[in-house]
């Protein structure tokens, strides 16, 4: 049996609730973008049931309190081929079992689930140490990142928090869509081409701030000047800041 959701979380626990109903253990849970099709199978194209998917957010949080109805969404986030299939075994292992089973490290698909949050984990974190503001000629602050993951949800609050006092972007190149904070509350959005009409910078039409510039050019010279080449380390500097962060460092550019 082939079910295809809308690619949402609570799309994916509502196709794991009726895949677990239905009783059928050869399941195959897929988005309609990566649904491979077959003159064999034919696909269930499941809408999200609100009900059911409140019922198993319930019997989930009973199980594993709303921290671990968390982990799993965040587990979401990675945009592993593998998670719905691993969301559908870990579930059906948890309900079977009737207790909480994510310490449960000997089954391959908890430990699987575990160590993507571990890596989701790293990767937020690197996403707060590296992200660089640019102030836009609007005087709106920008940052693009494309994190492996996307952790643009896990983020927000600590930018929020952060930069309070300054409305800014933080603008996933790789999904198409970013953070706006206008000083009160964050909002989802998506850059326009234009910059008509728009109090957001556009994607193809950023312009920096005169003083942004000025800034950068103080900021390399600071950094070139502190730099002594008789304690370099390359090494150890790499392990502290990857490679594939380098683009995100005025300093670096």
């Known amino acids: ?60 949080v009973d199980l594993i309190k709303k921290p671990g109805l968390e982990s799993l969404w965040k587990f979401t986030l990675s945009e ?41 984990s790293r990767e937020r974190h690197r996403m707060t140490a590296f992200v660089r503001f640019k102030k836009a000629s609007n005087g709106v602050y920008f940052a693009e990142i494309e994190p492996d993951f ?19 972007v933080i603008y996933d190149k790789m999904r198409d869509y970013g953070l706006f904070y ?4 964050v909002h989802v959005v998506t850059l326009t081409l234009d910059a008509e009409n728009s109090s957001l910078p556009a994607k193809t039409l950023l312009e920096w701030d005169e003083e942004e510039k000025e800034f950068q050019t103080l900021w390399k010279d600071y950094f070139h000047s502190t730099h002594i080449p008789a304690r370099k380390n390359k090494k150890l500097h790499l392990q502290h800041v990857p490679k594939r962060y380098w683009k995100y460092l005025t300093e670096k550019q």
């Open 1 to 60: 049996m082939t079910i295809i959701y809308d690619g949402s979380f609570e799309g994916l626990l509502g196709a794991v609730g009726y895949a677990l109903k239905t009783g059928v253990e050869d399941v195959v849970i897929t988005t309609e973008e990566n649904y491979a099709p077959s003159l064999f199978d034919e696909p269930i194209v499941l809408a999200t049931n609100n009900e059911l998917v409140d019922r198993m957010k319930t019997a989930i």
């Open 80 to 120: 592993k081929s593998e998670v719905p299939q691993v969301l559908f075994s870990v579930l059906g292992y948890m309900f079977r079992s009737k207790k909480n089973i994510l310490g449960d490290f000997a089954d391959p698909k908890v430990l699987f689930l575990q160590k993507t949050l571990k890596q989701i």
């Open 182 to 185: 206008d000083l009160k509350n």
């Open 150 to 168: 996307d952790v643009l949800p896990l983020i927000s609050k600590h930018f929020a928090q952060r930069y309070a006092d300054q409305s800014w």
